[in-house]
């Protein structure tokens, strides 16, 4: 993607796609529903994405890294790919979004491992050449079966850029 200067306060462009505000709601159910003991983080065996393809389509699982922007996609869905316009899979935080956004993203990927909770982030930015990007994402901490916290966050991401002369219709 390419670098952006990022506007999150514009009340221009503070609308988001419908769909994104659907995808994050339905994920952060799917989160909350499964999180019985507010004491203990969901496992990724009862994230379960296997057996919910409308869940799975929308999110994706990260490895957390010390540095979050060095997290590593493990899973995606292709709704998440076709958002960001690459098969994240096995790539950095860092190296799949634009620039601008992603020390913004780093911070609240971090903050939900930290405090054992969804953080929103949601916003827009200037692409290089002169669009916008409007984009939505959840950040929920998750484990592995057995380890109470071992640094997966679970999570959706979608944006839409609209080129620079045409109007965002939602």
């Not at 799975?56 to 890294?65: A, G, I, T, V």
């Not at 899979?89 to 971090?110: F, K, N």
Request: with cysteine; proline share 6%; hydrophobic share 35%.
């Amino acid at each position: 993607m390419p670098a952006c200067s990022i506007r999150d306060t514009d009340p221009v462009c503070g609308r988001v796609p419908a769909s994104g505000r659907r995808a994050t709601d339905r994920i952060l159910s799917h989160w909350k529903r499964i999180r019985v003991d507010e004491a203990r983080l969901p496992s990724l065996a009862e994230l379960a994405l296997g057996a919910y393809p409308d869940i799975h389509e929308d999110s994706f699982l990260l490895r957390e890294d010390r540095d979050p922007k060095a997290s590593v996609f493990i899973l995606c869905g292709a709704n998440v790919a076709d958002s960001l316009g690459v098969d994240p899979v096995g790539l950095t935080l860092e190296s799949v979004l634009a620039r601008r956004i992603m020390d913004r993203i780093g911070q609240v990927c971090g903050k939900a491992l930290r405090e054992g909770y969804p953080v929103r982030a949601e916003g827009s930015y200037r692409t290089d050449d002169g669009g916008e990007a409007r984009y939505r994402s959840i950040f929920m901490p998750a484990r592995s079966v057995g380890k109470l916290d071992d640094g997966y966050v679970f999570g959706t991401f979608g944006q839409k850029i609209v080129p620079l002369g045409e109007r965002y219709v939602a």
